[in-house]
């Protein structure tokens, strides 16, 4: 593994060390865990490293001081004092890194599955618990949102006023960014705040005056700033009154939330679940498809995905999701899109147990 840990999240997971720079480690055989650092940082890798991983600087691979060796060539001397001649990596793995064990003959594979990947489907109680505390910002943050659109009145143009102010996107997402701080996280990837036809667009993240009856997807996603792990929350909201039309869409994907709650449970398979929310909008007459322009309408992202030291990662409740299992955390979001009417989506987060599913 190779890289800094906001980027490499396997590392942080493997070695409980947060690293702002890039850093190596190897796991070999039988689960002993090798860290190398720069000396700037032994001192503190070697605090906050988990108990077992052996962290190794520059002094310690025979580099003088004054010599000029990267992150990489520390990883390579490493494996090369260890007699290491192959080993496998993940596919982000930087060619940086293996031309500099290549140089010390040490041959680079790219592995079948990543097994540090695979290991974090599944999370521990202290992982569910950081979880747990990046979620409660977002709900924190998603009443924040709410409570601001539920206070303004609209203007003679159907826009937002707030204060004497317009109500924007980007001042919804300010008072997010604000209420995310105070609970020790951050929107690293950035908040949706999207009403009317913007939210026709999943990942559009909104921007200019919010308009009275419409649909304001917001969909907020922090970071814990002390332990990296995310949580993720999807509301819309509306100020006003929705047609009979937009009231039905809601309904739907409510409904559609519903039963794919009720179908997240150790030994469905995440395929499943998916396909199942894809026939309940068909057969409940919203259709998906494409325009002539090529455009999706309707419901055309996944159902869900993992949330840990990642925003996304796995396991999956879309076409290739595989088997849940307890312990396991998703995503369930299903989501309406259409451009004459806007877009709809609900989102929490759970954990799947023993028998069915935690909404966290």
Known sequence: ????TANEPDLLHATGFDAPDPVGAVRFPGGRTLLVVGSMELGRARRQSR???????????????GDRAGPEDLLAAALSREGVADVVAASTFPLGAVLALERRGVRVAKAARNPVAAEREVKTADELRKIRRAQSAARAAERAAGAAIRAARSDARGRLVLGGRLLTSERVRALVRETLLAHGCMDLEGTIVAGGRQAADPHESGHGPLRADEWIVCDIFPRDLRTGYWGDMTRTFMNGRPSAKLRRLHRAVADAQRLALSLARPGAKGSDVHAAVARFFEESGWPSGRDATGRPYGFFHGTGHGVGLQIHEEPRLSVTGGELAPGMVV??????????????????????????????
């Open 1 to 4: 593994m190779f890289g800094a």
């Open 51 to 65: 108990a077992g991983v052996e962290v190794l600087g520059p002094a310690a691979l025979g580099f003088e001081k």
């Open 331 to 360: 995503t369930v979001e299903p989501g309406l899109y259409y451009p004459d009417l806007g877009g709809v989506r609900i989102e929490d987060t759970v954990a799947v147990t023993a028998t069915g599913c935690e909404i966290l």
